[in-house]
Antibody, heavy 118, light 107 residues
Framework: EVQLVESGGGLVQPGGSLRLSCAAA????????MHWVRQAPGKGLVWVSG????????MYADSVKGRFTISRDDAKNTLYLQMNSLRGEDTAVYYC???????????WGQGTTVTVSS | EIVLTQSPATLSLSPGERATLSCRAS??????LTWYQQKPGQAPRLLIY???NRATGIPARFSGSGSGTDFTLTISSLEPEDFAVYYC?????????FGQGTRLEIK
């Protein structure tokens, strides 16, 4: 069964750091672009970052560029999001998403909640 | 970045009625337009990719059309489980962007 399971969310103070993980199973992880998409409480979906299959290309939304780093370990079938200098506006559910050709973002994890507050 | 504007913000209809949701892009996205459905407390679900292709397992009452800047998601006859929020997304250019969503509610 194709599955994505996020972990690592929690409560962090402004200016703090957090690392999210996404464990993938049931597919050839290294063959897919992977993304992080977030959703603030009561708000819409916002793409955060994406990385290609071998980790050589990483893309970021302007709102997180320079603060967040996406990476992957294909040996462990795991996607990461290192989040530094966190702000209140980073508070959201963070989804790990598998990309595919031609369907696009067909597989989503259940999400992990990040709350930035003092 | 490419801005996607969805209309209406909220659509109130009854089961059995036809729903028409719109997504307009600030510049051409060719056919790189995707539609998602999201229910409360759940992750989004892929409905339509490439503007008009139904994803695996999506009922035939869902259809997508359009290209360039104007796109439409049509639900031919609403079922109770279709009441949810619908998002469009473009993947023509970085950054990937989503529309603000259309809430489809029971009238």
């Amino acid at each position: 069964e194709v599955q994505l399971v996020e972990s690592g969310g929690g409560l962090v103070q402004p200016g703090g750091s957090l690392r999210l993980s996404c464990a993938a199973a049931g597919f050839t992880f290294s063959s897919h672009w992977m993304h992080w998409v977030r959703q603030a409480p009561g708000k819409g979906l916002v793409w955060v970052s994406g990385v290609n299959g071998d980790g050589s290309i990483a893309m970021y939304a302007d709102s997180v560029k320079g603060r967040f780093t996406i990476s992957r370990d294909d040996a462990k079938n795991t996607l990461y999001l290192q989040m530094n200098s966190l702000r209140g506006e980073d508070t959201a559910v963070y989804y790990c998403v598998r990309d595919g050709v031609p369907q696009g973002m067909a597989v989503w994890g259940q999400g992990t909640t990040v709350t930035v507050s003092s | 970045e490419i801005v996607l504007t969805q209309s209406p913000a909220t659509l109130s209809l009854s089961p059995g009625e036809r729903a028409t949701l719109s997504c307009r892009a600030s510049q051409s996205v060719s056919s790189y337009l995707t539609w998602y459905q999201q229910k409360p407390g759940q992750a989004p679900r892929l409905l339509i990719y490439g503007a008009s292709n139904r994803a695996t397992g999506i009922p035939a009452r869902f259809s997508g059309s359009g290209s360039g800047t104007d796109f439409t998601l049509t639900i031919s006859s609403l079922e109770p489980e279709d009441f949810a929020v619908y998002y469009c997304q473009q993947r023509s250019k970085w950054p990937i962007t989503f529309g603000q969503g259309t809430r489809l509610e029971i009238k």
